[in-house]
Every structure is written in C-alpha cells, then in structure tokens.
C-alpha cells in the first residue's frame, strides 16, 4: 500500500525525496476493516506488531492518537530512506528497474525502419524516461520482448505471409503470435498506424501478416508472360486466380480491354465477371464516373476485396507499371468501383494516392447515390462525423459533393444493391 503511493507521487517521478512522505491514515485505508473489528481484536494485535516491526528496522513511522498510543494507530509513514528496504521485505522488484528493465527491451525499437514504430517508441521511451509506464504493463517484459522481434521482422516480409508461419519462424512457436502478441500489434496499428482500415484482417495484411493466402483474382483481356511461359487470361471464362508469387514473377506483356476495373466486394466482382461478355464502357462524369450503355471488347475486371491485399498492390503495380511503358500496345483507364460509404470512398482513394495515380471512380456519383438511395443503409452520428472528416479533408475535395448528398440523407449505398444493368 506504502510502496505504491511512493510509486504514484511525484516524488518517484523525479527520482528526488519531497516534502511529504507516502502514508496512510488508519481509518481509510484497506486495513480498516480488521483493525477496528470488535469481534476479534486479534488482527489489531497482529497488525500492530507488524507495524512494530517495520518501525525498528526504520522502514515507517507509526503516530498515534493523544493518550492512544500503542492503542489505536492514526497513521503510518514510509521513511524515504528505507524504501529499498521496503521493496526487499515486500518482494516486490522495484519499479524503476522495472521501467528501466523495459526501456532496454523497447531500445532496438529506437532505428526501427518504419516511421510510426520510431515515433511510437519514442513517446513511450519519454514517458518511461519520466518513470510513467505509458500505459505499458510494466509486469511483461517478456510480452514486449516478442512485439519487438515481431516489429523488427515484419519490414523483411515481400508478400502476405501465413500468421501461423510467421509466429514460427520469428517467435519459435506457430500459436505464440496469435495467443501472444497480435493483440498489441493490432493496438498500435490502430493508434499509430499510417493508414485507417476497416477490419483487423486489413491491418495485418498492411505489415504483410495474413490468416490464409490470399489470391488475387483478375478476369478479361490480358496477357502476361513468366518466364518462357505466356497466358491469355481473356481466353479463360471466368479469369483466374493469381498466387503472390505468381504475381511477383509475371510480366504483364499486353491489355486490349478499352478499361480496366477494379471492384471491392467479391458478390459484385462475379456478377460483373460472370453476367456478360461484353460490358458498358465506363466514362467521367462530373467528378464520380458513371457508365455508358456502349457496346466494345470486355473490360479487365479486378478483385481489390476492400483495402487491396499485398497481392493486389503488387499486381496494380504491375498494371501501372505496363501502361507507363514505352511498349505499351494500350493506356486504357483504370476505374474504381465500390461501396458508396465512408470505406468505399477512402478505399478509392488510397489506390489512387498509393498504386494508380489516374484511378477514376466509377458509379459513385451524387446521380448513382440519388438513384439508389431507397436501398441505403441508415447510419448514426457517430459514423456522419467520420464522414464530416473526409467532407472537411481538401485531399478529398472531388469527393465533397457526393459527402454531403451522404450527410444530408443519412445513408449510404452498398455496392451490390446497384443493378448489374448499369454496366
């Protein structure tokens, strides 16, 4: 009780003796109850002898009432020079060598190659520096120690690696991760992170962790080589599913589709893929793209599954890479089309800012929402002021008027309640 209002004032704080000593009044402490128990005045014994004790080795100092004492404790002080005494019969290991102990777990942190690591350690190792445990849990250093082999492995990941893999081959045990460490990684996405996602299985996958191997699936007139091995995936009904590496090792040789577009939710991927052989054109139209019932070659259709997986950036690297070729037989533009909500929108986004820097939004228009906004989904105050956000962010000022339409309605549009007609 003593030891931890010392480690609670300011006088630990500073490392420096102040003018008032950690104590306790009697009557308010936790002893309370047995002390002043009339039914057995055995406790008052027992804790007066141990307070008797404590008292000859210095450790406190015990005030009595006037005329009580030796009778009735008032209150008990820790004496500053006994403190490491104190720990020592508490069996407690001090606290400032157990921040001490975690600063040096945390240390490695401190050249760690991703920026929001650093800027984490570094506000922590502050408030550690002023003996604060950062809302750390000062008791595992242990639990720290992995989160820090797990940060410092995770740059070295190309693609999405299986958790399971990952916890053995960094941690020595496949089930550690998880049962471990993955709560505290997922936190400090969330706070420190450069990027929102929408689900936990998004975050991870941004620092190259996954439950399973992801596939990226891609439909429409294409041809890629890898090695002395050429495919045509327009010549396949349905297109194919593409592994990570498969993804790293191709090369994408022609595109003879008029555009390309990438779809965010798997129901709405198949509809597009599997409903017809040839698709509207998409064009722009005043800022949120919309489509033309104009007959051409299909289309190559992308599955981004939301926040675009590992497997999806590199593959739309390997689209932009070929269409700022020289050799490129075709530019087609690329179209985004999503959810119209607060994801869809900065999911949108973030392929254009990280992986298409031409990506055009494709029915997701103040026109398509009005028309479709007898299907939308209500939402509460809470998500309108995440949606205030972005209508107040200048880097998404196209997307302004199609916010406000959202915030006026207190709705937003599922991608698969538009009608496939549309295309």
């Not at 777990?105 to 650093?118: G, I, N, S």
């Not at 972005?390 to 406000?404: F, K, R």
Request: hydrophobic share 40%; with cysteine; charged share 25%.
């Amino acid at each position: 009780m003593l030891i931890s209002k010392y480690e609670g004032s300011r006088s630990f704080q500073t490392g420096t003796p102040g003018k008032q000593r950690p104590q306790f009044a009697m009557k308010k402490s936790p002893l309370a109850g047995d002390y002043f128990d009339e039914m057995d005045h055995r406790k008052r014994e027992a804790i007066h002898a141990a307070l008797a004790e404590l008292a000859a080795a210095g450790v406190v100092e015990v005030t009595w009432p006037r005329f009580q004492e030796g009778r009735q404790v008032e209150k008990v002080y820790l004496n500053f020079d006994a403190i490491p005494r104190a720990y020592e019969l508490a069996g407690l290991v001090p606290r400032a060598e157990r921040i001490c102990r975690l600063r040096q777990v945390l240390a490695p942190l401190a050249t760690h190659p991703w920026e929001w690591v650093r800027r984490w350690w570094a506000g922590v190792d502050a408030s550690l520096g002023e003996r604060r445990s950062a809302g750390l849990d000062l008791e595992d250093p242990e639990g720290y120690g992995e989160l820090v082999k797990v940060l410092l492995a995770l740059p070295g990941l190309e693609d999405s690696t299986p958790e399971r893999i990952f916890s053995q081959r960094v941690l020595g045990d496949s089930k550690a991760f998880e049962q471990r460490v993955k709560k505290r990684l997922l936190a400090l996405l969330k706070s420190y992170g450069p990027e929102e996602y929408e689900t936990d299985a998004e975050y991870l996958d941004s620092v190259g962790l996954t439950d399973n191997p992801k596939m990226v699936l891609v439909a429409g007139p294409m041809t890629f080589r890898v090695g002395r091995t050429t495919v045509n995936v327009g010549g396949l009904p349905g297109g194919l599913g593409l592994a990570a590496h498969m993804v790293r090792a191709m090369e994408i040789t022609a595109v003879t589709a008029p555009w390309v577009l990438l779809v965010e939710n798997l129901t709405s991927y198949y509809q597009v893929v599997q409903s017809v052989s040839e698709l509207a054109v998409p064009c722009r139209e005043g800022g949120g793209g919309r489509g033309l019932a104009v007959e051409g070659p299909a289309g190559l259709v992308v599955y981004t599954g939301g926040f675009p997986h590992r497997g999806v950036q590199l593959f739309l690297r390997r689209l932009q890479d070929y269409r700022e070729s020289p050799g490129a037989t075709a530019r087609p533009p690329v179209y985004h089309w999503g959810d119209m909500d607060y994801g869809g929108i900065r999911i949108c986004e973030y392929i254009r800012r990280n992986l298409i820097p031409d990506l055009q939004p494709y029915l997701m228009d103040v026109t398509t929402y009005t028309r479709y906004l007898p299907a939308g989904i209500p939402f509460g105050d809470e998500y309108a002021a995440r949606l205030r956000h972005l209508a107040e962010d200048p880097a998404y000022a196209s997307w302004h008027p199609l916010l406000q339409a959202m915030l006026k309605h207190h709705k937003w549009v599922e991608q698969e309640s538009i009608a496939i007609s549309e295309f």
